[in-house]
C-alpha cells in the first residue's frame, strides 16, 4: 500500500528545524514518528517482535509471560516465548573526524546530520526491540555502546551522541576492520560517514566486514557544497583534517572535481553493490527521513 | 625632458600602492576551509601561474596608468628641442620717418635679405613705430617676404625700445636668438624711453638710410585775431617753401618763406583766430610726408561754445548777450557763440548739442519734446543751461521740455525793481569788482515773480523782493535761471557795463565743467579714434590729431652707435624662463600623448581584469 496521509509537517521536517530542538532523543522521535505516520500502514514493516513458541510454566519464570488466555481454554500454564529481540546487532558507526564537521551549504554540518540519522536509527531499532549499538570513530574508535535492546539503552546512545566531540583525521578502513574482528553473530552494521578516505582502504573495510557476514549499509553523507562545487573566485582550498593547501579557480577545476567525485561515489557503488553492500548518498541539506525511507527501502530489499 | 608642473610628479608616487598591494597580496586567494581537497588535485599549478601574470600584466596597467597621469598633470616637454632650431626676428621700422622719399624701399630690401640670411632659423617679423606688433609669426618664409612687402610707413613716432620688448618677448629663453633691426637709425627712437635687449640675442643693425633734409609744420598757436605756424627746418640749407592755411581743406591764405638751416620759423595769419578748426602745410616733397601738415583747433573746448535758442526766424532776439559774449577780455578769448532758431535747435542730434558748452535759450518758441532728449543728455554730461524770461518764453514749455516737476509757474510782474545780489562770493559776482555797483543802476520794468516751489536757489533778487537770478542743479550740469530778460524789453540792462561781466561770468560759471582734450598725437589717440593727422569727427567732439614733432628731426646715428645705446641686460627677467617653457610645453603638448596612452592602460587593466 502506498504512503497516503502523510504528516507534511514532521514528513519534510526541515533538518535546521530538527538540528534546533533541544535533545538528540527529540529530534530522532520526531524525524521516525514523522517517517511513520507517513507510512502508515507501510508494507516496510522492517524488524518485528515475532512471536516463537508457548512452553510449560516452570517454576522460576515470569508470571508476566503467562498465558491468562491458553491458561482459560487449557487448564494449563504456558509462558509466551518471543523470539529472541537480540537475534539481531545493529551496530550504528558513525564517522566523527573533521571532515565530518564541514557546513558549507546546508543547515547543518555532516556530523549533526549524521548524529540525527544515528539517533532515529537507533530510536526506530529500539522500537522493534532490535538490539543497537554505537560506535564514533575518526582514524580510530573513539567511543563504543555495545549492542543493546535494553529499554535504557537507547537513551545511553542518545546521551553519547549528544557529548560526542569531533575527532581528528578519518580513517575508516581501521575501525571497519576492527569491528568485522569484534562481531561473532550475524549483525547489521550501518555505516555513517561522508568516506572522504582513501577509497580502496575504505572498500577493504567494509567488504571485511561483510565477509563476516554482517548486512551494511552505508550512508555516505555529503554537504551541498561537497556536492556541487558552488565556490566562485580563486581560494586557497585548505583541508580541514591534513591541511593540505591547493589554490585554485573554482571556474577552472570544478568539472574536474565533479567528474572525480562522481567517479568515487561510482566506484563505491560499484565495489559495494557488488559484495552485497548497500550504498546510498545523503545531501545533508535534504530532510533526514529520505534517509530513513531509503534505509528501510534497502533493508525490505535485502529480506 | 623638462616638465611645466614637476610637483604633479609627487603624484607618482601613488604607484606605490598597486606595487604594496602587488606585493601583499600576491597571492589573492583567501583560504577556504574544505573537505574534498584531495579531489581538486587536477590543475592548480598551471591555474596558479596563468593567474600571477594576469596579476603582473595588471600591475603593469595599473602603475602606467598613474604615472601616465602624474606625467600628464606635470605637462612634459622637451628643454633641448627647443635649442636646436635659432630664432631670428627681423624688426622693421615702419615710423612717419621711413616716409621719406626711397627710404622704405630700401628697409624692405634689406628685411628680405635679412630673411635669406637667416637660412635654416625660424624667422619673425615685426613692425615697429610706438609698439610693435607681429606681421609675420613663425613660419615660412615667403610669408616673411609677404609680410614685409605690405608693411608701410604710419604716423606714429620711432621707439625703439618697443621692438626690444617684443623680440625679447618673442624668442625664447635659452635658446639662441638674433634680432635684425632694419629701418632710417633715427636718433629720435631713442628718447625718453629705455631701449634694452636681454644679452643673449645676437643684434644686426640694417641701415636704411634717411632723408637729408626735412620741413615740418611744428605748432599751431592762436593768438589775438591771428594764428601763428611754426616750420621747422631740419636740413643743413636754407629752403624756401610755401605755406598754405587751409580751412576744411580750402586754401584761404598762402605765404612764401625761407627757413633758416636748423632753425624754426613763425609765420602769423591775421584774422585767421575766428576759423574753428585750421590746417597749416607747407611743401616738403625731399622729406618726411606725414609732417608737413599740422592741424589745429582754433575754438578748443577751453573757450566755452554757447548756443543762444532764440524765436523764429528774423528774430533779433540774443542780439545783445551774442555780442556780450563775443567781447574778448584781456587775454583775447572771448566765447565761441552761435545763435539758433527754436526748430533749428529742435532739430540737432544730442551730439550736436554736445559740442556746446552752455545753452541759452531766450526763446521756446519752436521747441517740441524732441529738445528733451537733448537737453536731458547734455545735462547729463555736465552741461549749463541759461533760461532768460522773455514774453516768448513759456515757462510750461520749459517745464515740459525740462522734466521739471512741480512745474515752472511764473506770472509776469511790473516795477520789480533793481538788482539786489545777495551773495557777492558767488563765482558769477565774484569777479565784479568795480562794475558791481552798476548793477544797481538797472531798473527792471518786468520780470517773473516765481511761485515758490522747486529747488531753486536763490542768486540775485529785485528790490521788490522777487528773486532774480536762481539757480538749480540737473543731473550733472547746472541751470541759472535770469527772471527778466536780456533783451531789452524788460529792462535796459544790455545797455549797462555790467551786462558784459554778467553775461560772460554766467556763461563761464554755466560751462565750467572740466577742460577736455582737443589735441591729440596719432600714437595718443583715444580708443574708437582713427590713429592719423587730420581733423576728426569723433563722438560728438572734434579733435586735432598731429604727429609727433620728434619723429620730424633727420639725425640718425650709424650702426655702431646704435648698437652703443642700447644698454644689454645681462639676464632675462625671471618670468621668461617659465613663460619659455610654457611656450615650448604648449607648442609640443605631450600631455596629450600621455592621456591618449593613460586610456589605453585603463582599457588594457580592464580586459585583463575581466579575464
Not at chain 1, 48 to 72: C, H, M, N
Not at chain 1, 198 to 204: F, G, L
Request: proline share 6%; charged share 25%.
Amino acid at each position: 500500500m502506498p504512503a497516503t496521509a502523510p504528516n507534511r509537517d514532521l514528513r519534510f521536517l526541515d533538518p535546521a528545524v530538527i538540528a534546533r530542538l533541544a535533545t538528540m532523543e527529540l529530534k530522532a522521535r520526531t524525524v521516525v514518528e514523522g517517517f511513520l505516520s507517513g507510512l502508515h500502514r507501510s508494507p516496510y514493516k522492517g524488524f518485528s517482535v515475532e512471536f516463537a513458541e508457548y512452553r510449560q510454566y516452570l517454576p522460576g519464570d515470569d508470571l508476566s509471560t503467562l498465558d491468562w488466555k491458553v491458561y482459560a481454554r487449557s487448564d494449563r500454564h504456558y509462558v509466551k516465548k518471543f523470539e529472541e529481540e537480540t537475534n539481531l546487532d545493529c551496530h550504528l558507526l558513525l564517522d566523527v573526524s573533521k571532515s565530518m564537521t564541514y557546513r558549507g551549504g546546508a543547515p547543518t554540518s555532516k556530523l549533526e546530520y549524521g548524529s540525527v540519522l544515528a539517533a532515529s536509527l537507533a530510536y526506530l531499532m529500539n522500537r522493534q526491540r532490535d538490539a543497537t549499538g554505537l560506535i564514533a570513530f575518526d582514524e580510530k574508535i573513539l567511543a563504543r555502546l555495545p549492542a543493546s535492546a535494553r529499554p535504557g539503552h537507547l537513551h545511553a546512545i542518545l546521551l553519547a551522541l549528544e557529548k560526542l566531540s569531533p575527532g581528528d583525521r578519518s580513517d575508516v578502513g581501521r575501525p571497519l576492520h576492527q569491528l568485522a574482528e569484534a562481531l561473532v553473530k550475524r549483525s547489521l552494521a550501518v555505516l555513517i560517514s561522508d568516506l572522504l578516505d582513501e577509497p580502496d582502504t575504505v572498500v577493504r573495510g567494509l567488504k571485511h566486514l561483510r565477509h563476516r557476514g554482517t548486512d551494511v549499509i552505508v550512508f555516505q553523507l555529503l554537504d551541498p557544497h561537497e556536492l556541487r562545487f558552488p565556490f566562485k573566485g580563486a581560494a586557497r582550498f585548505t583541508d580541514i583534517e591534513s591541511a593540505d593547501e591547493i589554490t585554485a579557480d573554482p571556474s577552472r577545476v570544478r568539472a574536474s572535481y565533479l567528474k572525480a567525485l562522481e567517479e568515487m561515489r561510482a566506484f563505491y557503488e560499484r565495489e559495494l553493490r557488488g559484495v552485497g553492500i548497500d550504498y546510498l548518498m545523503l545531501d545533508t541539506s535534504k530532510p533526514l527521513d529520505f534517509a530513513l525511507l531509503a534505509y528501510l527501502d534497502a533493508r525490505s530489499r535485502r529480506k | 625632458m623638462s616638465f611645466l608642473s614637476p610637483l604633479y610628479l609627487v603624484g607618482a608616487a601613488l604607484i606605490a600602492l598597486p606595487i604594496v598591494l602587488h606585493l601583499l597580496r600576491r597571492d589573492v586567494a583567501p583560504p577556504l576551509p574544505f573537505t574534498a581537497v584531495r579531489l581538486l588535485r587536477v590543475s592548480p599549478i598551471e591555474r596558479s601561474r596563468r593567474r600571477r601574470l594576469r596579476d603582473i600584466l595588471l600591475l603593469l596597467a595599473r602603475v602606467a596608468a598613474l604615472l601616465l597621469l602624474a606625467g600628464s598633470f606635470a605637462r612634459p616637454y622637451l628643454a633641448g628641442a627647443r635649442s636646436s632650431t635659432r630664432t631670428t626676428v627681423i624688426a622693421i621700422d615702419r615710423s612717419l620717418s621711413m616716409s621719406a622719399p626711397g627710404v622704405m624701399e630700401r628697409a624692405r630690401a634689406l628685411a628680405r635679405q635679412a630673411v635669406d640670411e637667416a637660412g635654416a632659423d625660424r624667422v619673425l617679423v615685426i613692425a615697429f613705430d610706438q609698439r610693435a606688433d607681429v606681421v609675420a609669426p613663425t613660419g615660412a618664409a615667403a610669408d616673411a617676404r609677404l609680410a614685409i612687402d605690405e608693411i608701410t610707413p604710419s604716423f606714429a613716432a620711432t621707439r625703439y625700445a618697443s621692438a626690444f620688448d617684443k623680440a625679447s618677448d618673442l624668442l625664447p629663453d635659452q635658446s639662441p636668438g638674433r634680432l635684425v633691426i632694419v629701418g632710417d637709425l633715427q636718433r629720435s627712437g631713442f628718447d625718453g624711453s629705455t631701449a634694452a635687449l636681454p644679452q643673449e640675442i645676437d643684434l644686426a643693425v640694417r641701415d636704411a638710410g634717411g632723408a637729408s633734409s626735412n620741413l615740418a609744420v611744428t605748432e599751431i598757436r592762436p593768438e589775438t585775431r591771428r594764428l601763428l605756424a611754426t616750420i621747422r627746418n631740419f636740413g643743413a640749407a636754407p629752403r624756401e617753401t610755401d605755406v598754405r592755411l587751409e580751412v576744411a581743406g580750402r586754401t584761404e591764405v598762402t605765404r612764401r618763406v625761407t627757413v633758416p638751416p636748423a632753425a624754426s620759423l613763425d609765420v602769423p595769419f591775421d584774422n585767421m583766430a575766428s576759423r574753428a578748426a585750421v590746417d597749416v602745410a607747407v611743401s616738403d616733397p625731399d622729406g618726411f610726408s606725414g609732417d608737413n601738415v599740422r592741424y589745429a583747433l582754433t575754438d578748443p573746448r577751453g573757450r566755452p561754445r554757447v548756443l543762444i535758442v532764440v524765436g523764429g526766424p528774423g528774430s533779433t532776439s540774443g542780439f545783445y548777450l551774442a555780442r556780450a559774449l563775443e567781447a574778448e577780455d584781456e587775454s583775447g578769448t572771448g566765447f565761441a557763440v552761435r545763435t539758433a532758431h527754436g526748430p533749428e535747435f529742435a532739430a540737432m542730434t544730442p551730439a550736436d548739442v554736445a559740442q556746446y558748452s552752455v545753452i541759452a535759450i531766450l526763446s521756446t518758441h519752436g521747441l517740441d519734446r524732441r529738445v528733451r532728449d537733448s537737453l536731458r543728455t547734455f545735462l547729463g554730461a555736465g552741461g549749463g543751461l541759461l533760461i532768460a524770461a522773455a514774453p516768448d518764453v513759456d515757462p510750461s514749455v520749459l517745464s515740459t521740455v525740462l522734466d521739471w516737476q512741480p512745474a515752472l509757474v511764473a506770472r509776469d510782474r511790473g516795477d520789480a525793481g533793481v538788482l539786489a545780489v545777495s551773495d557777492l562770493r558767488h563765482p558769477i559776482f565774484r569777479p565784479f569788482d568795480a562794475v558791481a555797483a552798476n548793477l544797481g543802476q538797472v531798473s527792471f520794468q518786468h520780470a517773473w515773480q516765481l511761485q515758490p516751489g522747486g529747488s531753486w536757489r536763490v542768486i540775485a533778487s529785485y528790490t521788490q523782493g522777487m528773486p532774480a537770478l536762481v539757480e538749480r542743479a540737473a543731473a550733472q550740469g547746472r541751470i541759472v535761471l535770469f527772471t527778466s530778460d536780456l533783451d531789452r524789453r524788460w529792462n535796459d540792462f544790455p545797455l549797462h557795463p555790467a551786462f558784459v561781466p554778467f553775461a560772460q561770468e554766467t556763461v563761464r560759471y554755466l560751462g565750467a565743467r572740466a577742460p577736455e582734450t582737443a589735441g591729440y598725437l596719432v600714437a595718443d589717440v583715444p580708443a574708437g579714434v582713427p590713429a592719423r593727422p587730420g581733423i576728426i569727427q569723433a563722438e560728438g567732439r572734434t579733435l586735432a590729431v598731429n604727429v609727433d614733432v620728434r619723429e620730424s628731426d633727420i639725425d640718425r646715428v650709424t650702426p655702431a652707435e646704435f648698437a652703443a645705446l642700447i644698454a644689454r641686460a645681462p639676464a632675462r627677467p625671471s618670468s621668461q624662463p617659465a613663460r619659455a617653457a610654457e611656450e615650448a610645453e604648449s607648442r609640443q603638448g605631450y600631455w596629450r600623448y600621455g592621456l591618449m596612452l593613460l586610456l589605453v592602460a585603463l582599457v588594457a587593466e580592464c580586459f585583463v581584469g575581466s579575464r
